[in-house]
């Protein structure tokens, strides 16, 4: 049976970790490394943390911080964030990351996926999607941190991702972000159905249910989550706990 991972998001902003709703009314939380030794410590099975505005900025992504998380955290961990080159992967995991995220780019060059699979392998290329429900069966994708919608169908994109070297793909539902709702449920059962690598649920987390729900009926590898752990109402310990005894094979 497959081992589903927990994973709480640090999204960074000015080397601080920050959090808001649907990608707005942003606030400070903590800094980087002491948050991430912190869930590190705490039993999250991965870390993500991503650049929040190094995209819509047209920067590079501040990178000071993944060298003192590398330090100070013992699990893997991801960053991404305005990574537009082959160099950027090199000098992210050089300072110690696992993996790298990209979005914005991603849809800009695309072949900057399959050159970077080809590089590093695919296991260290996360596809990010940042995703807006259109009407019934359609949703599109995101660039620049949430700010522009793109043509691009998320499905279909999803799919065309995996084909050029994706390892992983994370689907954010801006929708739900903050939220507290639940995860989009519907796309991701589209999703998982027509790929076969890991998918990552983001976007909607209010309850220790809701990540459940994402495992039972959509079957997402990962479950990702930010405010619901930042601000301690949900105790990545007690999660595990709840989610074992519901059936989920999960590392305690």
């Known amino acids: ?39 590190s410590d705490c039993g999250a099975d991965e870390l993500v943390f991503y650049d929040i505005t190094a995209s819509n900025e047209e920067r590079k992504t501040s990178l000071e911080f993944v060298s003192k998380v590398a330090k ?20 992210i995991l050089r300072r110690g990351a696992d993996k790298v995220s990209i979005n914005s780019s991603a849809v800009k060059n695309p072949d900057l996926i399959k ?68 995860y989009d449920i519907e796309l991701l059962k589209k999703i998982t159905s027509v790929v076969n690598v890991p998918i990552i649920a983001s976007g909607g987390a209010g309850s220790m249910k809701d990540f459940y729900d994402a495992v039972e009926y959509a079957n997402v590898d990962g479950i990702l989550a930010a405010s619901v752990f930042h601000f ?21």
């Open 1 to 39: 049976m497959l081992t589903r991972r927990i994973i709480p998001c640090l999204d960074v902003r000015s080397g601080r970790v920050v959090k808001g709703k649907k990608f707005e009314n942003i606030v400070d939380v903590d800094s980087p490394e002491l948050l991430g030794k912190y869930y």
């Open 115 to 182: 050159e970077a699979s080809l590089k590093f392998g695919a296991q260290c290329v996360v596809l990010s999607m940042d995703v807006k429900k259109n009407d019934k069966d359609s949703w599109s994708v995101y660039v620049k941190g949430g700010r522009e919608k793109t043509d691009l169908d998320a499905v279909k994109w999803a799919i065309k991702g995996v084909e050029l070297g994706a390892g992983e793909i994370v689907v954010n539902s801006i929708d739900e972000d903050g939220m507290k709702n639940g």
């Open 232 to 252: 301690g109402e949900i105790k990545i310990k007690d999660l595990k706990k709840y989610l074992k005894d519901e059936g989920v094979e999960i590392r305690i």
């Open 72 to 91: 100070n955290i013992n699990i893997p961990f991801c960053v991404g964030g305005g990574v537009s080159s082959i160099d950027d992967f090199t000098d």
